[in-house]
């Protein structure tokens, strides 16, 4: 079993910069892949950028490639994600999750935080 708990969300202008964290519980984590995903109001989940087990792969959404960085730091079982250059179309509810199988589709990912807010005035 899992947990993750999201944080680091905020209200922020254009341009500027938050760091997202996802603390992990649970035995398994170091041998989970991690990814993020946000989902804006009426509209549906979309991934956000992947990171492998151990670290040495990531990928990232077209929308945020070039100002997100995801990392992980298994010893505290912690993954963050850096997000730098805000627009306002990178408001949503920000998730973490936690899967067996390196990837951008949600149905993969086996456990889910609870999310955490992000809004970008304009």
């Known amino acids: 079993q899992v947990q993750l708990v999201e944080s680091g969300g905020g209200l922020v202008q254009a341009g500027a910069s938050l760091r997202l964290s996802c603390a992990a519980s649970?035995?398994?984590?170091?041998?989970?892949?991690m990814g993020w995903f946000r989902q804006a109001p009426g509209k549906d989940r979309e991934f956000v950028a992947a990171?492998?087990?151990?670290?040495?792969?990531?990928f990232y959404a077209d929308s945020v490639k070039g100002r997100c960085t995801i990392s992980r730091v298994i010893g505290n079982n912690t993954v963050f994600l850096q997000m730098n250059s805000l627009k306002p179309e990178d408001t949503a509810v920000y998730y973490c999750?936690?899967?067996?199988?390196?990837?951008?589709?949600?149905?993969?990912?086996?456990?889910w935080g609870q999310g955490t807010q992000v809004t970008v005035s304009s």
């Open positions: 649970g035995r398994t984590f170091s041998s989970y892949a």
């Open positions: 990171i492998s087990w151990n670290g040495d792969r990531t």
């Open positions: 999750a936690a899967g067996p199988v390196y990837g951008g589709v949600s149905t993969e990912y086996r456990y």
